[in-house]
């Protein structure tokens, strides 16, 4: 406004001029338009990158089909061309966006938004990951919604993104009234049952060859023992011999053989998923366009991403990244914000993608990756005097994770907790020599990835042998007895469940007396076997944290008062301190549901029913597969606990309380730790 009231008062001014002084008008009016310009525009804007929508608007510019370069696992940029075959299918014009899924973003807001950049008439679709999440038509005639329906319920959700994008061009093409009908047939159709999975995990091959190889000595050798009764029942009515004795080898033979000829026809699947081997491009190109903008500016925004800096943050960490390479011992910082989800090249590894785009750079400095959508920051030094295992262990977890009030943010206040990395890297102690982080470890090859295992591997030799086992002692007599007899002794002798059964065994929603009942057997079964706490300093800490939670007295978890996830907190620590007294890796605990055990490694889940809500949580085997195979599942296996104040409704674990249990996530490390700063021990 301040600009506009200068120019006028400049062309007033200059309208009171004489005619004779023409050329100072064009003059005065030149240098009042040159500064409203400058007036309506800070230096700040000026720096601006494009937005998410004006990049994809670009895209789009140079070509129709713009597959992203994040998601090479799942789906390879070099399957654009099958997208835009499909596309021309609609009979009008079409623009597709193969997008990585984002929380954080409405699909039609930002399709309106791309296409009000893009100023093109037609039909804009969105796929998120796998699924068709959002179409909208501009200016022409198509059943985008209807279409959008049927491609989401008609679809197993591992149909894969091409499978779903014919469906919905398949849809289009039908017009808007049988489009509609279909889609009110399909919701109908599936509202309660989805349909089925398409494909099958690892862990469902490996059923197949255990099933398989039970099946192959099992069988034959179960009509060989049939015979022998029948055989013997005949001699004692003295007709042994009307059957030869070699048709019973024979029919042994035989059914081996049409087990080993017909398995593999009934377990056809290769395959465990819809996603196309990845090209060397494929897997390569967004480390290269990550690494392209490094070397032009020392923060890189992924532009498919929501923008979680404005400028004055921008500017401000441009300003500390400055300070820290001119500083005493400091050097060069690359911050990258883009997104680490499990199907880009370096499989969600941060560590690994940062490695990847240092050897691009070419430069040595301290390596940033900040996670956009989630809000995790990790930092890796390649060749500056900082230690590498005090950027691991000493920098705060409210920098690395964020905290409560970070999860709630769109932007993750990442600017914030940037400038309080940039402090941590200002005040971290320097080496006498540069320091870089070891070699990571390789992510998984992506043609293997998606590959099932041979039939007759794995899980098929033990299935041989329970097989024989089974036939000869008539296993499921056996299995019933031997059941009771254990069922009876664990009634009279509580014992604590084994740890490979505790994720198909412990509930979801335990009541308190049976976690009163776990909490005393796990406890008193962990204090039982300590005999030497000085040979055995690990397990200590855990049971010393587990009698903190109690007072010091295991009987206290039978006695009312104790609240439910304070019983959650004693089991987990027992259970990690019987796993470290047998030298089993216990470093993380299922963060889906804790009473499963040991987790082997971290993954991002779907934490909500309704929505597309994640967190990065430790997970056990079978949420693992589960998180793969069926995303929309972990919502269902998280461990609920009641909420007092919500009239013991029950809630996720760590919506329920702020005492120690929510350190699970972090690791039995962090949750010793929590324990004792809420007994104030130290």
Known sequence: MRAVTANNACAARIRARSNGRARVLRLLLALCSLASLFATATPADAADSPTQAAYLADRLRENPVHVTDQLPREVPRSTAPEFARLAKKTGVPTYVLVLPMQSSTDGKQLLGAVHDRLGREGLYVLIEGTDVAAATAYGVRAPADAATTVSQYELAYDAGPLLGFERFVDVIAQGEEQATARAEAARRTYRDDEPAEMYIGPSDRRNQSFLTGIMLTGVPLLIVLTAGFVRRGRRRT?????????????????????????????????????????????????????????????????????????????????ERIRDFRRSDGGGPVYVSLVPQTPESESAGDAELFAAAVHAKVGEDGMYVVADPDVGTIDVYNHGLRLDPNRLSFDLPDSVRFGDSKADEADDHLLGERLDALMTFLDKAPRTDRPQSEPAPAAAPRAADENTLPPLFATDFWPGLFVGAFAALLLSGVAAGATWIVRALLRWRSPAPEPSDRLPFTSPTEPSTSYLRHTAYAELTSLAGQFTDPDDRARAWEHLDAALLLVDGDPGRVRQPGTDPATLVAVIVLARAGRAALTG??????????????????????????????????????????????????????????????????????????????????????????KVRETAGVH
């Open 584 to 673: 089993e890796a216990a470093d993380l605990c299922c963060g889906v549901n804790p009473l499963h055990g040991r987790a082997g490694h971290r993954h991002h889940v779907r934490v909500s029913a309704e929505g597309n809500r994640r967190r990065l949580l430790p997970v056990c085997e079978p949420c693992h597969d589960t998180a793969v195979a069926e995303p929309g599942g972990i919502p269902g296996r998280l461990l609920k606990l009641p909420d007092p104040s919500l009239g013991n409704t029950r809630l996720p674990y760590y919506d329920v309380t702020d005492g120690p249990l929510t350190a699970i996530p972090n690791g039995i490390a962090r949750l010793i730790d």
């Open 238 to 318: 003295g007709a042994e011999r009307r059957v030869p004795r070699w048709v019973v080898p024979a029919a042994a033979v035989l059914t081996a053989a049409a087990i080993v000829l017909t398995a593999p026809v009934v377990f056809d699947q290769t395959k465990s998923s819809a996603a196309q081997p990845p090209t060397p491009a494929d897997l390569s190109a967004r480390v290269e366009r990550v690494a392209a903008g490094l070397k032009q500016d020392p923060v890189y925004a992924d532009p498919e991403s929501p923008r979680v800096l404005d400028s004055r943050q921008l500017d401000r960490l441009h």
